[in-house]
T-cell receptor, first 114, second 112 residues
Framework: DTGVSQDPRHKITKRGQNVTFRCDPISEHNRLYWYRQTLGQGPEFLTYFQNEAQLEKSRLLSDRFSAERPKGSFSTLEIQRTEQGDSAMYLCAISEHLSNTEAFFGQGTRLTVV | DQQVKQNSPSLSVQEGRISILNCDYT??????FLWYKKYPAEGPTFLIS?????DKNEDGRFTVFLNKSAKHLSLHIVPSQPGDSAVYFCAASPNSGYALNFGKGTSLLVTP
């Protein structure tokens, strides 16, 4: 148990639909990250929050993607007008607000866009 | 551009032998390095890390070696066990950074 719960575990959606994923850290951690992993690749950074502030967004995060972390606890990642290329595993991770600390990942949400 | 590279997509080792997984990086600003293990349909699990002020870090059967001049690190698993079979990802970040840069992974198979 890494202390990060993600919901849903799997999501199948039709192209053009909107989807929302949720990440719930079990304990208080300042930093929360979203990554995306496609087949044969390592996880790729999407965005991160320090408390409720979204401090960095990757260029991978198109304007169809939006992430929030109200109150600095759980986080949501929404994808609007999904495309087949959005099919991937979406991973949430947490870490302490310190340099050189490991990030702990949730089990991910597997998105399939048909 | 891939700043962290794992050039061996797969590795097969006999149980009890040493597994050596390699990783190269290009960004000289990286100074914190991690290894993660991943089973199918699960998120990556943290294994071991090393800061650039060290050249070796050991935790049980797992040892990570860092060669800064060569921009190379390796993970040694000894003795290897069948339960170690998984995909191993190397990751790196700069000191003041936050985002981890991952390699593409090496699939390790430990055979009985």
């Amino acid at each position: 148990d890494t202390g990060v719960s993600q919901d849903p575990r799997h999501k199948i959606t039709k192209r053009g639909q909107n989807v929302t994923f949720r990440c719930d850290p079990i304990s208080e951690h300042n930093r929360l990250y979203w990554y995306r992993q496609t087949l044969g690749q390592g996880p790729e950074f999407l965005t991160y929050f320090q408390n409720e502030a979204q401090l960095e967004k990757s260029r991978l995060l198109s304007d169809r993607f939006s992430a929030e972390r109200p109150k600095g606890s759980f986080s949501t990642l929404e994808i609007q007008r999904t495309e087949q290329g959005d099919s991937a595993m979406y991973l949430c991770a947490i870490s302490e607000h310190l340099s050189n600390t490991e990030a702990f990942f949730g089990q991910g949400t597997r998105l399939t866009v048909v | 551009d891939q700043q962290v590279k794992q050039n061996s997509p797969s590795l097969s080792v006999q149980e009890g032998r040493i597994s050596i997984l390699n990783c190269d990086y290009t960004n000289s600003m990286f100074d914190y390095f991690l290894w993660y293990k991943k089973y199918p349909a699960e998120g990556p699990t943290f294994l071991i890390s090393i800061s650039s002020i060290k050249d070796k870090n050991e935790d049980g059967r797992f040892t990570v070696f860092l060669n800064k001049s060569a921009k190379h690190l390796s993970l040694h698993i000894v003795p290897s066990q069948p339960g170690d079979s998984a995909v191993y990802f190397c990751a790196a970040s700069p000191n003041s950074g936050y985002a981890l840069n991952f390699g593409k992974g090496t699939s390790l198979l430990v055979t009985p």
